[in-house]
């Protein structure tokens, strides 16, 4: 059988492929190697354009053995596409780890994914961290920073990182490297708020190289695990999405939905500085009105107040849209500009 001797040179990408490197050269040069992840599959192929676009070309061969090496070419675990996979990916091993220390940990688990595609789709977020700190983005204290967008809030320009704590008893090996996780604590720059986040680091944990950044330094780390915050003391803000909720609510409760894809008719009328000057009649989903009614204002005081008086603050502009609503607003308003043909 032939022997390969490889170490891993770089992570799984976002094909689920990692890429290992031949130990010694082989005819004055080094050789690459796939290795597909996906469900932890573990299948070794060769590749094209290994440091480039990195595709999989075929599996190799029943009969050619892997030797994965450490950093130091030394021997950790052996297989070949007949065992198979006898390696289990490190984000893998990360969870299994962290599984076992977890529950002596108080901390929140996210959903980042989830979160990513909020941030897409609504242009909001679902990290209960984010919407913690969001609360403190008060555009009476910080008229600045509240114009600008809320990631550049909650992201990493806006903190640093201000004490580490390696959590006892976690360290663990992978590929002969050895890892543990640590509780780093950050500070918002601007509102000067205080949370921790739990990670997977080097043992004993390292810190990146960022000269281009001044008086700013972050740990290397490879997984983000969770957080911790004091949920008990929150700013004089909702976010986006907690404002957006609570409104759609009292909304709902004004306007009951009978299907899920119900609108609302909303009557807007004419301020006499606007492109068409007359009134309008639009249609838009119960989501939509709440955040024409929270006109970007998130004081939570002035949300709140909008939600016990949406009757008054609704009345005559929001109806729920039917045939005698319809009818009603021609007969008011009969020179009406119908946006949407929704009065049809």
Known sequence: MREIKVQLYRG????????????????????????????????????????????????????????????????????????????????????????????????????????????????????????????????????EKAKDYDENWTGCWAEKEIEYEPIPDTEFEYLGHKYQFTKVKHKHEYCGVEWYEFVCTDSPYVMQDTPWVKDRAWIQSYMYLGNWFDDKTYGTMYDQRTAREKVVAALIKKFPMKEKWDKLLYVKKRTGNEFYNCDCCYEKSYSDMADVLINRNYHRKDVDHLCK????????????????????????????????????
């Open 12 to 143: 799984e990408d976002d094909n689920y492929v990692e890429l290992w490197k031949t130990v010694e050269e082989i005819e004055g040069k080094h050789r690459y190697y796939g290795r597909y992840t996906y469900g932890n599959e573990g299948t070794w192929y060769s590749v094209c354009d290994p440091l480039g676009y990195c595709e999989l070309n075929a599996p190799m061969a029943d009969d050619v053995m892997f030797i994965c090496c450490d950093e130091n070419g030394n021997e950790v675990i052996r297989y070949s596409n007949a065992d198979g996979n006898k390696l289990p990916k490190f984000e893998t091993i990360i969870k299994r780890e962290w599984n076992k220390v977890k529950e002596k940990l108080q901390y929140n688990v996210e959903d980042l994914t989830k979160n990513f595609w909020a941030e897409c789709w609504n242009g909001d977020t679902t990290m209960k961290i984010n919407q913690w700190l969001l609360s403190y983005k008060d555009p009476d204290l910080y008229p």
């Open 309 to 344: 008086f949406i009757n008054k603050e609704t009345e005559d502009i929001v109806f729920a849209s039917n045939r005698g609503n319809k009818y009603t607003i021609r007969q008011t308003y009969p020179d009406i500009y119908d946006y949407d043909n929704c009065l049809i």
